[in-house]
Nanobody, 115 residues
Framework: QVQLVESGGGLVQAGGSLRLSCVAS????????MGWYRQVPGKQRDLVAR???????EYADSVKGRFTISRDNAKNTVYLQMNSLKPEDTAVYYC?????????WGQGTQVTVSS
């Protein structure tokens, strides 16, 4: 079992920045990948960024060049640095952890970008 707790969401003006954090606990040594998805009401949950064992990162096209995912293994934490935020980035952001074949989710944190 893996538990994930997110923090760092909030309200920001367009062009601003936020950093999300996700702390993992439990069987963290079994995690193959961690990352972030986001979801707006009435739409599916979409991948924002992920980092897999070995450090390879992957980003959605819509956030490339603006968002950066990183990991601090000593703190069992994954971060999502979000810069140049746009109103269309408004969503609930969910941290996820992949322990093949299972996926674990955090509770979600709201990010709202005002124009």
């Amino acid at each position: 079992q893996v538990q994930l707790v997110e923090s760092g969401g909030g309200l920001v003006q367009a062009g601003g920045s936020l950093r999300l954090s996700c702390v993992a606990s439990g069987s963290i040594f079994t995690i193959n990948a961690m990352g972030w998805y986001r979801q707006v009401p009435g739409k599916q949950r979409d991948l924002v960024a992920r980092i897999i064992t070995g450090g390879t990162t992957e980003y959605a096209d819509s956030v490339k060049g603006r968002f950066t995912i990183s990991r601090d293994n000593a703190k069992n934490t994954v971060y999502l640095q979000m810069n140049s935020l746009k109103p269309e980035d408004t969503a609930v952001y969910y941290c996820y952890g992949l322990v093949t074949p299972n996926v674990y989710w955090g509770q979600g944190t709201q990010v709202t970008v005002s124009s």
